[in-house]
Structure formats: structure tokens, C-alpha cells
């Protein structure tokens, strides 16, 4: 609790409920009154506090009451009601409640008054006692608070939010993590052994250590592939994790000369496996400036083409959005939903519709949602092997190869692995969180926010397909506003080398000296005195028990026993684990369509060993090109195709429990769980059941009540997007609610009359 007196912050044993008996403690710059429901963080100081204070709900409603405090960590809201009746300390978040938002959240901050407001800095005066104050969040929320006529210290609470909202520079953002984490002191030690001892989810899979990708290779049935831990010590590519898939047959003395042929070093390396045998494979762009030996070639054709007689090499970066493009198209889009200050307080615009389509974002979504319905028909054919190609490796490919996985994958849109897809793909990956989010404002022209464009298409392809997840809207936006959060180790570091000094699931802590060391004191780094930075994953720190609930859909369909996650339930086939040594069969997916690119491969165009190697080889044959040509243009893909989305323009639409959610105009209402639906929608299948038997001559319980019954021959009909077969909880066969049809009657029958 809170009080008007100074104690210190000691613990003298480390109990199991640490949060009960550590952070509960009082605060020292508390200046007047006292608030038993706000819980400070191990570093974190209240520096302005005021009541009462008025809330708006989104969506209306009547406004919340309660109590508004400035921290050096957060703006926090106490409700008078509500809050006081939770006994249950663990259903209270440690970092940030329901009502909070994080200062390094927030980008403007605006008083208003009934004749004036303000955009407040650091360095502003406020000579007016505001009525309203407007916090406008880098999620693109919007906060609003109004203050009551007997409230005091209203300019007091908006000047100490202007002053400390915003962390500029790296010293501003350290003391920001300090505040919420604690520092190299007592405090500190002890929010570290906290976060080391809480335990991690069983289905989490961090990709960090040898049995976490062996775990991956045996859940997709890639037997033809191994994990190497010749990048154990970051020496042969820093941006690379500690291990990598490769095929069996190289060995780590042959993979060592071939990181040198890529930028960066970022070698082909094995992503995934399709049930139907093919492989995705990502790496860097080629290096053509280096000599070539037989050897060399021979291992950089097995890196590509694995076990596989064809590979298709796909250049990502070919009609997608250049990284500043995506920045400019967020950008713009935020102008567009949140305004200036005067027109977000005005009526809307009546051509916002044109002024959407001006900022391309929408483009940008449909580029990624089509690249990737292309690679996902690639490999629906099998027998090859798929390789995005980008100049670094670091972006683009993450984006595409995660919503391949998603599109192809079934154990990808659940909630464990979703989450340990984006930890394959971008964290362990290298894609470069701390630039592309700029937490500290110093990196402008490496800005971009490619995370948030891969989660828009997650949400398109949950709003085309929602029968085929798990996760629902509530998570995505949850993930996309902690994104903008500089408190997690997923999105505080470029690399796995970078975030192995800091993270708590690593073993061991590198150092370029001294090299991997045994972690001691419970996991905690020797030396290190910084903050111990937790992982996104963790929902229990930064989450209400019922917004966790609400990361899922009732789901009373398991998978069936002996079916891999991701579909696959056969054996490699014979062809998979045949030796195609030599050049095999090399395609270029570009502009749309598949073209054969012998040359394509720096090695066979050079002189010398590398293309005697080749040249005493016949051509490989091109009769699987029109095969494939047919995958792409949507042809039938079988029962374990792709969910492929529609990309015309109706069919893409605005999120708009994200970007409109800041509106004042138009509050958008949070998401809610479709499970408080569930009622409902029984209740209208009970009632269509009804109509359909009645049509057919039934009672409810599917009785005859004529004495001549149609016979209808029912089979189980089948989705064009995907083949998968959907029944109700009675055997029949139902529609998809992604794709409705009209039934065809067969010869001799007539079309039922339905009742109005």
C-alpha cells in the first residue's frame, strides 16, 4: 500500500509468492493522500496524483470514476469501484493494469480546455487549468480523462506526464526499464530472481537450444534434415542463431566455406516442411565476388536443393513495398486515423474512404497476402524446395515465411504455435526489432514497421478464414500494442547474440572473450547489472486472467491421436531420401510466373572448377515446370491445400479495432471473445435446423412426418479454398462460413421450399 511515510523496499528470504510480499511497498514521493489499490513497481516513484477523475468507456456507456497517478513508469487510473473487491492478487498484472498505459506509449500529450488546448512538451508552460486531458499512444490509442470541478492539481498531473512521457535518448528509455524492472541495487536483484524463478509455458517452444529445433523437425516429419551448431560461437554469422537446420549429408567442415557465398553470412537454412514434402527454405542474397571451387559448389547446391531434384528460387523482394514505402504507408495511415489535434476533434472527413486508399497500406497487405498464396501453391506440389531470397534475410522474409506457414500450417493459428512460429521467424531469425521499432528515436531512416504489417495479415486472413483458428482478434491487438512497449526481450534486440546477454531461457550467456559460460544465481548472467528483461510471452505479467481467456476460441474439436500438428501423418517418400547429387532442375518464381535460371547461381556462371563440375552433367529436365505453373494459377490443390485469400478490394478490409480504436469520433468497442457468442449462435443453428427439417418433411429430432420421404443422396461437400471437410455436431455436412455455395439437386429432385 501507499502511504505518506518512507520504507525501504528488504526482503530477507525469497518466498514462492513474491508478489504478494515483494511488491507491496510503499512510495516515497507520494505527496498527499493515500491509494491502497495501486501496487508500485520495484524502481518506480509516483510523482502526481489527483482526484476525481472521469473515464469514458469506449463505446459509451457511463464514464469511470477514480483516481489518476503519474509515475516515472506509467499513467495509472484507479477506479473508485471494482478494484477493491479483487482479493485475488494473482489476477492483478505486475506491470500494467487494465487502465494503465506506459509512458513510452505515449506520443502527444494534449490539454483541453472549452476555449483552448495544447500539445505539451517537456519544456511547455501551461498557464490554464485544463478540463480535459488527450494522451494519443504510438498503438494508436487514445486516452481520454476529465477532470471534475472540485479536482486539484489538474495542470500539475498534465506538466508531470509532459515532462517524463517520452524517452528520447538511450539514458531516458534505461531509466524508463529501471523503473518497472528495478536497478543494479537490492530492488533490482530481486524483480531479476522473480522473473527467473516464474515458470514457462510447456507448449513454448524458444528455439534457442539443439532439442528445440529437433522438436520442430520431428513435429513436421523433416527427416532428411539435421541441426548444426557450427554458429555455436556467432563466428561464422552474428545475425544467425546459435543453431541452424541443414541437410544431412554436409557436414560442419564443408558448412563453414559456405557462409562466405551470402551476405552476412545468412546461409539457406531449412524453415519448414510441407505435408506433402516440400521444403521452405530463407537465405541472404548470393555473393558474387568470390571464387568458387568444385567443393564450394558442391555444398552450396545441397544447401538448395537439399534431397530435392527442383528448386524454386523466389526473389521476396521483387513487387513487394521497399522498407521506407512501409514506413510512409503507417504514417500515413496514422495521420489518417488519429489527425492533427483540431480535426480529431472536429467531424471526420467526408472523403476518409480515398484518403484510406492514398495510403497504400492496404497494398502493401495485399503484395505480402499474395506472395505468399504463390509459395504456399509452390509448395503444396511437393518434391522440391522453395527458397526466399532477400538481400539481408532480415524482413521481408520473416513476413512471408511466417504467413506460408500460417497459410499451410493448422498448428500455426493456435495460440502455442503461433507464438512459437513468430519466436522461429523473427526472434531467433534476426529480424531487427530494436531498428524497425526505434524505441529511442535514433534510428529514423531504419524505421519501418514490418511486424504490424505481418499482424494486419494475420487479421485479414482471421477475418476471411475464423473457423480455422484459435487465436482471435483480442490476442492479435494485445501483441500489436505491446510491440510498442520497450519493456520485453522479444523486440528489444536485432539477434539472438544480442538478446543472449540479457535473456532469462538461455542456459548459458555469451561474451566475445570470455565465450559461452554457465549462467549461475538462477539463471542470472555473472556481471551482468542490468535489468533482466522478460519475455512478450509471458501474458501473466501484462494481462487480466480474463483478457488471457479471451486469447482463444472454445475449441471442443482436439486433433485427432496420431496426426502431426501440421498434417503430416506419412512417411518421407522414397524420392525425398534419394541422393540427388549434381545440379538439379533451378527455377525463378519472378513477376507472377516460374522461368528456368541455370544461371542464376553465381558458381555456374564462373569459370574455372565450379563450371567443369557442371558442365559434364546432361541438363536437368524442365517437364515439371507446367505442373507447377498450373499450382500457381489456383488450380485444385488437394485435400491439404492452402487457405488462399481473396485480394480484391472489398475483401480486404480495415482493422478496425486497431486503427480506429483512437477515434473520438468513433470509439471503437474493444474486441470481444466469440465465445460470449456461443449462446446466440446455438440458438440460430437450433433454429435453421428447424426451417431444414421442416422443408424436408421433418420434425425437430429429424422424424418423418409424410409417408413419402425425399431420399437425398448427402455427401460431404467440400471447400474450393482448402478441402476440408466440415460437419455439424449430427453428421451432416455444413457450408464453410468462409465460402457459401448453393446445393445443386440431383436428377429427379427438386429444389426445397423454405419456409418464409
Known amino acids: 500500500m501507499l502511504t505518506g511515510s518512507k520504507t525501504s523496499f528488504k526482503i530477507k528470504q525469497l518466498v514462492p509468492d513474491f508478489k504478494d510480499k515483494t511488491l507491496n511497498f510503499s512510495n516515497t514521493a507520494l505527496r498527499s493522500g493515500e491509494t491502497s489499490d495501486f501496487t508500485c513497481l520495484p524502481g518506480e516513484r509516483v510523482l502526481q496524483r ?37 482479493e485475488d492478487r494473482d489476477s492483478v498484472p505486475v506491470f500494467l493494469g487494465e487502465h494503465d498505459v506506459a509512458l513510452a506509449s505515449i506520443e502527444r500529450v494534449v490539454a483541453v480546455s472549452p476555449s483552448r488546448w495544447k500539445v505539451l512538451s517537456a519544456r511547455s508552460s501551461l498557464r490554464f487549468h485544463p478540463e480535459e486531458l488527450v494522451l494519443f499512444c504510438r498503438d494508436l490509442r487514445v486516452l481520454r480523462f476529465h477532470f471534475e470541478k472540485s479536482c486539484a492539481g489538474t495542470a500539475e498531473i498534465t506538466s508531470a506526464i509532459a515532462r517524463v512521457y517520452q524517452p528520447s535518448v538511450p539514458a531516458s528509455l534505461s531509466s524508463f526499464q529501471r523503473s518497472a524492472l528495478g536497478s543494479v541495487g537490492e530492488e533490482g536483484w530481486e524483480m531479476k530472481q522473480y522473473l527467473s524463478n516464474r515458470g514457462t509455458d510447456p507448449q513454448m517452444n524458444w528455439f534457442e537450444g539443439l532439442q528445440d529445433w529437433e522438436r520442430e523437425l520431428a513435429r513436421t516429419g523433416a527427416t532428411a534434415w539435421r541441426v548444426s551448431s557450427v554458429n555455436d560461437r556467432f563466428e561464422m554469422a552474428t545475425s544467425l542463431p546459435r543453431f541452424n537446420v541443414v541437410p544431412q549429408r554436409i557436414l560442419d567442415t564443408e558448412l563453414k566455406r559456405s557462409f562466405a557465398h551470402f551476405t552476412e553470412g545468412r546461409i539457406p537454412r531449412w524453415c519448414w516442411r510441407h505435408p506433402e514434402g516440400s521444403d521452405l527454405l530463407r537465405a541472404a542474397s548470393f555473393q558474387s565476388n568470390i571464387y568458387h571451387e568444385k567443393h564450394d559448389a558442391r555444398n552450396l547446391e545441397a544447401l538448395l536443393f537439399g534431397r530435392h531434384p527442383q528448386c524454386v528460387i523466389v526473389e521476396v523482394g521483387e513487387d513487394m513495398p521497399p522498407l521506407s514505402e512501409i514506413q510512409a504507408a503507417h504514417s500515413r495511415l496514422r495521420a489518417l486515423c488519429l489527425g492533427d489535434i483540431p480535426a480529431s476533434l472536429s467531424v471526420p472527413d467526408e472523403k476518409w474512404l480515398s484518403s484510406l486508399e492514398a495510403t ?194 472454445p475449441s471442443n474439436a482436439p486433433l485427432s491421436p496420431g496426426i502431426v500438428p501440421n498434417g503430416n501423418s506419412e512417411m518421407p517418400s522414397s524420392h525425398e531420401l534419394s541422393d540427388c547429387s549434381g545440379p538439379g532442375l533451378l527455377l525463378l518464381f519472378s513477376k507472377g510466373s516460374l522461368v528456368p535460371a541455370p544461371h542464376l547461381l553465381p558458381w555456374r556462371n564462373a569459370g574455372g572448377a565450379a563450371s567443369s563440375w557442371k558442365n559434364h552433367r546432361r541438363a536437368p529436365s524442365c517437364d515439371g515446370l507446367p505442373r507447377l505453373e498450373r499450382a500457381l494459377k489456383g488450380q485444385p490443390l488437394g485435400p491439404r491445400g492452402p487457405l488462399l485469400p481473396l485480394l480484391l478490394g472489398p475483401c480486404l478490409r480495415v482493422w478496425r479495432g486497431c486503427y480506429l480504436r483512437g477515434a473520438l469520433q468513433i470509439q471503437v468497442p474493444p474486441p470481444v471473445s466469440s465465445h460470449l457468442h456461443v449462446d446466440f449462435l446455438a440458438s440460430e443453428v437450433e433454429r435453421l435446423r428447424g426451417r431444414l427439417a421442416l422443408a424436408k418433411g421433418l420434425d425437430r429430432h429429424g422424424n418423418c412426418k409424410r409417408a413419402e420421404s425425399r431420399g437425398t443422396n448427402q455427401k460431404p461437400r467440400q471447400e474450393t479454398t482448402n478441402h476440408n471437410f466440415l460437419f455439424d455436431g449430427n453428421g451432416r455436412t455444413g457450408c464453410s462460413p468462409e465460402r457459401r455455395y448453393t446445393q445443386t439437386p440431383t436428377r429427379g429432385q427438386k429444389h426445397p421450399k423454405l419456409p418464409p
Open 50 to 86: 489527483t482526484q476525481p477523475v472521469r473515464k469514458p468507456r469506449a463505446g459509451g456507456g457511463s464514464s469511470l470514476t477514480g483516481a489518476l497517478l503519474c509515475t516515472t513508469f506509467r499513467v495509472a487510473f484507479v477506479p473508485e469501484e471494482g478494484v477493491a473487491k479483487t
Open 360 to 553: 497504400r497500406w492496404l497494398d502493401h497487405v495485399r503484395s505480402c497476402l499474395r506472395r505468399s498464396a504463390e509459395v504456399s501453391c509452390l509448395l503444396a506440389e511437393g518434391d522440391l524446395a522453395v527458397v526466399l531470397q532477400e538481400a539481408e534475410d532480415r524482413d521481408l522474409n520473416c513476413v512471408v515465411s511466417s504467413l506460408v506457414q500460417i497459410m499451410s500450417d493448422p498448428h500455426c493459428r493456435t495460440l502455442p504455435g503461433f507464438q512459437n512460429l513468430v519466436q522461429k521467424e523473427w526472434v531467433s531469425a534476426g529480424f531487427r526489432f530494436l531498428h524497425r521499432n526505434n524505441y529511442t528515436r535514433d534510428s529514423d531512416k531504419e524505421e519501418s514497421p514490418v511486424f504490424l504489417l505481418f499482424l494486419d495479415c494475420v487479421w485479414q486472413l482471421l477475418q476471411q478464414f475464423p473457423s480455422h483458428f484459435e487465436i482471435t482478434e483480442v490476442f492479435l491487438l494485445t501483441l500489436h500494442d505491446r510491440a510498442h512497449l520497450p519493456l520485453y526481450s522479444t523486440f528489444l534486440f536485432n539477434c539472438q547474440r544480442e538478446r543472449g546477454r540479457n535473456t532469462q531461457h538461455l542456459s548459458q550467456s555469451y561474451t566475445p572473450v570470455n565465450g559461452w559460460q554457465e549462467l549461475v544465481n538462477g539463471g542470472l548472467a555473472p556481471g551482468w547489472g542490468g535489468p533482466s528483461f522478460p519475455s512478450v510471452w509471458d501474458w501473466a505479467l501484462h494481462c487480466t486472467p480474463e483478457r488471457r481467456d479471451s486469447f482463444r476460441k
